[in-house]
T-cell receptor, first 116, second 110 residues
């Protein structure tokens, strides 16, 4: 069964450093998402991406965050200057298209980011 | 009021028990409803979509009450492997973002 993959599985960084989290969505999917989950809290939407542009973003997704699809397979989330409160599990998700609101979003295994 | 509200639990039940989880959502414009399962430190995985007519998948039954803005999940004949956090998830319909509840933790014991 096709799956979303994410790298790295864990990342430790110093406050103020830039990090790039990588995702490879399912190959024929067209809509891509980033969510995050702070330890012990709920999963929160960050951003959705379609046709090489952001289609929606949450209040969390401020100027420190950016997303990119640099080639036909990777989908990246960059945090320019990490803060302690960015420590969380970051999940990438993708969906094919069509009846979008009804379709299942498939989640990757996540990247656990720890900012020291 | 929280967008999606769930009892955090934990629900501790013996194998073979029937357990029910409830969820309420605040926005009456919500269009799509799901139950996801999340194991500790893992990604959410779709358990089932929830339809107005109610739907069943093996030991799992989901119900939606739009008038009360209420979703339920019933698990029959609980297995040890059902131990996980069950996430109630809603989509508004005018957007493709998913809105998650905090989850209800289930622990099935032998």
């Amino acid at each position: 069964e096709p799956e979303v993959t994410q790298t790295p599985s864990h990342q430790v960084t110093q406050m103020g450093q830039e990090v790039i989290l990588r995702c490879v969505p399912i190959s024929n999917h067209l809509y891509f998402y980033w969510y995050r989950q702070i330890l012990g809290q709920k999963v929160e939407f960050l951003v959705s991406f379609y046709n090489n542009e952001i289609s929606e973003k949450s209040e969390i997704f401020d100027d420190q965050f950016s997303v990119e699809r640099p080639d036909g397979s990777n989908f990246t989330l960059k945090i320019r200057s990490t803060k302690l409160e960015d420590s969380a599990m970051y999940f990438c998700a993708s969906v094919f298209s069509g009846e979008l609101r009804q379709e299942t979003q498939y989640f990757g295994p996540g990247t656990r980011l720890l900012v020291l | 009021r929280k967008e999606v509200e769930q009892d955090p639990g934990p629900f501790n039940v013996p194998e073979g028990a029937t357990v029910a989880f409830n969820c309420t959502y605040s926005n009456s414009a919500s269009q799509s409803f799901f139950w996801y399962r999340q194991d500790c430190r893992k990604e959410p995985k779709l358990l089932m979509s929830v339809y107005s007519s109610g739907n069943e998948d093996g030991r799992f039954t989901a119900q939606l009450n739009r008038a009360s803005q209420y979703i339920s999940l019933l698990i029959r004949d609980s297995k040890l492997s059902d131990s996980a956090t069950y996430l109630c998830v809603v989509n508004m319909g005018n957007t493709d973002k998913l809105i998650f509840g905090t989850g209800t933790r289930l622990q099935v014991f032998p």
